[in-house]
């Protein structure tokens, strides 16, 4: 059938209305696929994330799952940053430590180790990793909650402040010991400087090398809903001591052994993996039988 102008403009106008309308349908159905793989299961789009940690990243600035990894359970009030330092300088005397070759991924451990050694007690790192550290297989637990894996193998993971903090209060409560211990998280540098200076080494979260490349990842989703976030290059050393006409603080590092580092740079990576950090203190009793 011949289609004169008026009914053919009219029927050019119907098929832009359809085709008009079938587009708008497949832009819909593909906006709901979209969102059934990407936003609406929730784990699919955890198993993808990969987040970079920026440097001005604090403690005050960390993201949700962070901040359930990070939670500690001690009741201790924590300390507040002195106005000025008791000295300009100070060194520890503490006794290095390496991590290699029996505990490729026990720089946590390690770090504890020392410390442990300085409050007094002659415990190697093996004992300590093996009968003491709070441990546990992948899928069980958080970062925050044990450490997942075993240090001995080069594929493990690591650990977060909280449980550096119960496998320490573990090791003296076997020992009959009175020292207590405190996650000191989301404490600034110069508090933990001061601890120092008071004569505390403080076991102290970093990045390995004091490299900036900071990942935050995900790993999998606990029986109780909790998220296991793990921060790539993540590094554990004992802090001994500073120098601030120089600039640095004195650290034992489980790879390297004693080492200087610039401070501001250091305060930087502390501050990158969360401002973490725990010390042994003494208790009066313990100070008293001690200079007895």
């Known amino acids: 059938m011949k289609i004169d102008s008026p009914q053919k403009r009219s029927y050019q106008q119907k098929i832009r209305r359809r085709n008009l309308v079938l587009a708008l349908l497949l832009l819909l159905l593909i906006a709901t696929v979209i969102f059934f793989f990407c936003g609406g299961d929730g784990n699919e789009k955890k198993s993808k994330k990969s987040i970079s940690v920026g440097a001005s990243a604090t403690a005050a600035a960390v993201t949700d799952a962070a901040q359930a990894i990070l939670t500690t359970t001690t009741a201790m009030t924590l300390p507040t940053e002195p106005e000025?330092?008791?000295t300009d300088s100070c060194e520890l005397a503490v006794t290095p430590v390496l991590q290699n070759p029996e505990l490729p991924t026990g720089c946590e451990?390690?770090?504890l180790t020392m410390a442990l050694n300085y409050a007094g007690?002659?415990?190697?790192k093996l004992t300590m990793a093996d009968q003491y550290l709070i441990r546990s297989d992948p899928y069980l637990t958080t970062f925050g909650e044990a450490f997942v894996g075993s240090p001995h193998d080069s594929t493990a993971w690591g650990c977060y402040a909280p449980v550096i903090r119960q496998t320490a209060e573990k090791y003296i409560a076997a020992q009959?010991?009175?020292e207590l211990v405190q996650d000191l998280t989301g404490c600034s540098l110069k508090t933990l400087l001061a601890e120092v200076a008071n004569g505390t080494p403080v076991v102290t979260w970093v990045t390995i090398g004091m490299t900036t490349n900071v990942t935050e990842?995900?790993?999998w989703t606990t029986e109780k809903g909790?998220?296991?976030v793990f921060l790539i290059n993540e590094?554990?050393?004992?802090l001994t001591g500073y120098d601030l006409s120089r600039n640095i603080v004195i650290v034992c590092d489980p790879l390297e052994g004693r080492m200087e580092y610039d401070?501001?740079?250091f305060e930087d990576r502390y501050q990158r993996v969360y401002e973490q950090a725990v010390v042994i203190r003494q208790t009066t009793e313990n100070a008293e039988a001690a200079a007895s």
Not at 121 to 124: L, Q, R, S
Not at 235 to 238: A, E, G, I, M, W
């Open 121 to 124: 007690y002659p415990v190697d």
């Open 109 to 111: 451990i390690t770090a």
């Open 263 to 265: 401070m501001d740079i």
């Open 235 to 238: 590094h554990c050393v004992l």
């Open 226 to 228: 909790e998220d296991a």
């Open 84 to 86: 000025v330092l008791s």
């Open 217 to 219: 990842r995900y790993y």
């Open 176 to 178: 009959g010991g009175t």
